[in-house]
């Protein structure tokens, strides 16, 4: 089992920034990536970035640029530093990791980011 703690939402004005993390506690030996989904209402969860144990990062296109993902040493935290936001990038924010074996996805609870424009 592995749990997952969102941190870092709130309320911001077009242009600003916001740091998101997730903390990740449990067997943490069979996780190979972590990453970071958002759902805005009435849309279907999107892929926003991810991280590999490997250190290999994916973006989403409308993100490139403005998003950062990272990860402490240790890789139990996940770090999302989202700059030069935009309406569009309100949602709630959702931690995910994937297990290798047995095949399984973990989320959090999920932090609301709201911008302002």
């Known amino acids: 089992q592995v749990r997952l703690v969102e941190s870092g939402g709130g309320l911001v004005q077009s242009g600003g920034s916001l740091r998101l993390s997730c903390a990740a506690s449990?067997?943490?030996?069979?996780?190979?990536?972590m990453g970071w989904y958002r759902q805005a209402p009435g849309k279907q969860r999107e892929l926003v970035t991810r991280i590999t144990s490997g250190g290999s990062t994916t973006y989403a296109d409308s993100v490139k640029g403005r998003f950062t993902i990272s990860r402490d040493n240790a890789g139990n935290v996940v770090h999302l530093q989202m700059n030069s936001l935009k309406p569009e990038d309100t949602a709630v924010y959702y931690c995910?990791?994937?297990?290798?074996?047995?095949?399984?996805?973990?989320w959090g609870q999920g932090t609301q980011v709201t911008v302002s424009s």
């Open positions: 449990g067997s943490m030996s069979t996780i190979n990536a």
């Open positions: 995910k990791a994937e297990s290798t074996w047995p095949p399984y996805a973990y």
